[in-house]
């Protein structure tokens, strides 16, 4: 009895300790589910076990049992291992006295269910129950010499211990309970039968670790990636570059997926392009590559071809999968795009250029003198660029190779744009490439730059951030500007550049807009910011181009010379006007339009002349006051404004535009006067009838000594008359 209950102590401590290894894996951190990964769909195997009684059976025997086995894992729950044994149990008797007479073996079949859990690639343990029968042969038990038998009823309980030094080999410890109940009249060997086996089984299937069994359960198609762009480098990031299908091959779901991109030398780590919950037996997925590449991009020459890696991770039945796809692609240089999207030009438009800043920089410098207060500071600013440009020798040159018509036309064909430093550098370049400079040089002095893409050609237009409403302010003529969202916009071929002067390339931007007017869907406008809202600028190093800015008073004289046949024209325009219809408004708008050009005598006639024709004319009562205030006659200016607005008062009229501007008119003359409490007052007062007008003069708001003088030198004096 003693070895029986070593037996059974030694079966309860590998129960028991099977169930808390087993708990503790359970609650432990998420890891590969092992029984999955090595799951084999059926082992074969034979054992011997050594049994002792439980029990008085009469006599001492000694109990064996030699059986074969065959297990299979369930699919889904590889755990759950229903199995077949068929064997046969010895039972010697060891009584010296009648060694054979008593002796007897049980041929014997079951049918079980175990549960095993693997706990490393090497070591199971489990637990199992049977239950079966048996045909039971006494061989001399009859003194005739013939066998004798009866059947048994046999139930089994028991665990495993498994040593698995090979995915196909696994050595077995099998301590058990078996249950023997005799269905014929001898019944002394009935009872509980204690038992430890040793076994060995073969275990179908393959090695999961061998590289030709690695598990592949998704199958990756359209692994082209069309040719990639640096000037899209941001881009990439947040969109798709190219798209793959993803395929589950297998008849199960595959579960957390996660999908993400690397290139080597031009990626600091992968991009996680998109995770997938759940990927059903056969369903196909499309999945967007993203890349967010790093500057080395920037670094290439010509076509870079590059083979990247798509990884993809997933946990498939339970293991945990990591699955690497090559994928192939040409990296073109920074200067290639294609014209399948209007915005994508944007991304080569770069403000933040130390050398462009630099050039704005010294250009606005140059002119700065030079500039009139009231005339809109956006088109001087634009002059002043388009003019320093044609002095450092910029010209346009069409490209041979590649004419903008045609890769406009055909959006397959890689066209090249320079960079707008090496343009400026190299003062030549085709429509595009001067677009871009013009544009990035306007944006980097801060003025909203735009471009026009009219069939087989792109020229650039910029905010002047004047009200379409006063329209005047930029040009008296309406059909000379555009008119976005209710600013008016300045439209300029650059490619005229070192031809011409600015007011030509003026000219022929609007006609080339307009002569599209019955066919305005081959004409289109895009916004520089709102472009650059999905296409960022290039990103690039501060690099000294060292640049010749050409002679600064050439620059200053060719200004001086846009500027001043601008005023010409404008002058010109209003003058005959008014000397064709006398009327009160065109003299009104003359006399705005030399004011705005420093003709200060000829507006003083043109204002006087309108108010001879009707002395409570307010436009003009208004706008020579005005004029007062740029010869800097500030209480000249004042008692102007208040005559007017007086008139205003007594007439009801003082809610409309005309009132704030009055109001905005005499704050800022009381301003001037330094009289602060004053201001404020009138400047409260039109920011309640007009707040957009009023926020152009902000600086009022807080009048006090020395404070906004820096916003103050940029205003443009508020004339009346401009059709309102």
Excluded at 85 to 90: K, M
Excluded at 305 to 312: C, F, V
Aim: proline share 5%; glycine share 8%.
């Amino acid at each position: 009895m003693r070895k029986s209950s070593v037996w059974l102590s030694l079966l309860l401590f590998l129960v028991g300790a099977s169930s808390e290894l087993g708990a503790q894996v359970s609650s432990g951190p998420e890891a590969v589910d092992l029984d999955l990964r090595y799951r084999y769909p059926l082992s074969v195997g034979a054992e011997y076990q050594s049994f002792s009684p439980l029990g008085d059976i009469g006599g001492v025997y000694k109990v064996f049992d030699i059986s074969g086995t065959a297990r299979m894992s369930l699919e889904d729950n590889p755990r759950i291992q229903p199995f077949v044994s068929a064997g046969a149990l010895q039972y010697d008797n060891q009584d010296v006295a009648e060694p054979e007479r008593w002796d007897h073996t049980h041929f014997y079949g079951l049918l079980g269910l175990g549960y095993s859990r693997r706990f490393s690639r090497n070591l199971e343990f489990g637990a199992e129950v049977a239950a079966g029968a048996s045909q039971v042969v006494f061989p001399s038990l009859s003194p005739d010499g013939e066998a004798v038998g009866h059947q048994s009823i046999h139930l089994t309980s028991g665990a495993r211990i498994s040593l698995v030094p090979s995915y196909n080999l696994s050595i077995e410890i099998h301590p058990n309970i078996r249950w023997l109940y005799s269905l014929g009249e001898l019944s002394d060997f009935d009872g509980f039968l204690l038992g430890i086996g040793f076994g060995a089984n073969f275990r179908f299937g393959q090695d999961p670790d061998l590289a030709a069994a690695a598990i592949r359960s998704l199958r990756v198609e359209g692994s082209r990636i069309p040719p990639v762009f640096p000037s899209m480098q941001s881009y990439y990031s947040r969109n798709p570059m190219a798209s793959i299908n993803l395929v589950n091959t297998e008849k199960h779901a595959i579960n957390d997926i996660e999908i993400s991109f690397f290139q080597a030398g031009y990626m600091d780590s992968p991009t996680l392009c998109t995770t997938i919950p759940v990927l059903d037996p056969g369903e196909r997925r499309e999945v967007p590559v993203l890349a967010a590449f790093n500057q080395s991009v920037f670094q290439t020459e010509g076509i870079t071809p590059l083979s990247g890696e798509l990884t993809l991770k997933y946990v498939s039945r339970g293991v945990h999968v990591e699955q690497k796809q090559p994928v192939s692609y040409d990296l073109y240089d920074k200067t290639a795009t294609t014209w399948d999207d209007d915005f994508k030009v944007a991304a080569f438009i770069t403000p933040a250029d130390s050398a462009l800043r630099n050039y704005a920089s010294y250009v606005r410098q140059a002119f700065k003198e030079s500039t009139i207060p009231a005339v809109n500071q956006p088109l001087q600013t634009a002059i002043g660029l388009y003019e320093a440009l044609g002095e450092i020798g910029c010209l346009y040159q069409a490209d041979p190779q590649l004419p903008f018509t045609k890769a406009q036309d055909d959006v397959s064909i890689i066209d090249s744009v320079s960079l707008p430093r090496d343009t400026l550098k190299r003062a030549t370049g085709d429509c595009d490439d001067l677009t871009v400079l013009y544009c990035s040089l306007l944006e980097a002095a801060g003025i909203e730059s735009g471009y026009i893409l009219v069939p087989g050609h792109i020229y650039a237009v910029f905010n002047t951030g004047v009200g379409v409403r006063e329209y005047a302010a930029v040009n008296p003529d309406r059909g000379m500007t555009l008119s976005i969202d209710d600013t008016v916009w300045v439209p300029v071929e650059i490619t005229l550049v070192g031809e011409t002067g600015f007011y030509d390339a003026w000219r022929k931007g609007i006609e080339e807009w307009v002569g599209l007017k019955q066919n305005p869907e081959l004409r289109v406008l895009v916004r520089t910011r709102e472009a650059q809202s999905v296409y960022r600028p290039i990103g690039l190093r501060e690099i000294d181009l060292g640049l010749q800015y050409g002679n600064m008073e050439r620059v200053v004289a060719s200004f001086n010379r846009e500027l001043a046949r601008l005023g010409k024209v404008s002058v010109e325009e209003q003058r005959i006007a008014a000397a064709e219809s006398g009327l009160k408004e065109d003299y009104n708008r003359l006399g705005i339009a030399c004011a705005r050009y420093q003709l200060f005598n000829e507006a003083e006639r043109a204002f006087q002349t309108a108010l001879k024709t009707d002395p409570a004319y307010i436009s003009a009562m208004v706008n020579l006051a005005t004029l007062n205030f740029l010869e800097e006659d500030y209480r000249q200016a004042l008692t102007g404004f208040e005559e007017a607005y007086t008139i205003l008062r007594e007439a009801g009229r003082t809610e409309g535009r005309n009132a704030a501007k009055i109001l905005i008119n005499i704050s800022r003359a009381h301003y001037k006067l330094e009289q602060f409490d004053e201001s404020r007052t009138f400047f409260t007062r039109a920011s309640s009838i007009d707040p957009e007008l009023s926020g152009r003069f902000a600086y009022l708001e807080t009048a006090s000594a020395g404070i906004g003088r820096a916003s103050e030198k940029s205003d443009s004096p508020l004339f009346i008359g401009e059709d309102e």
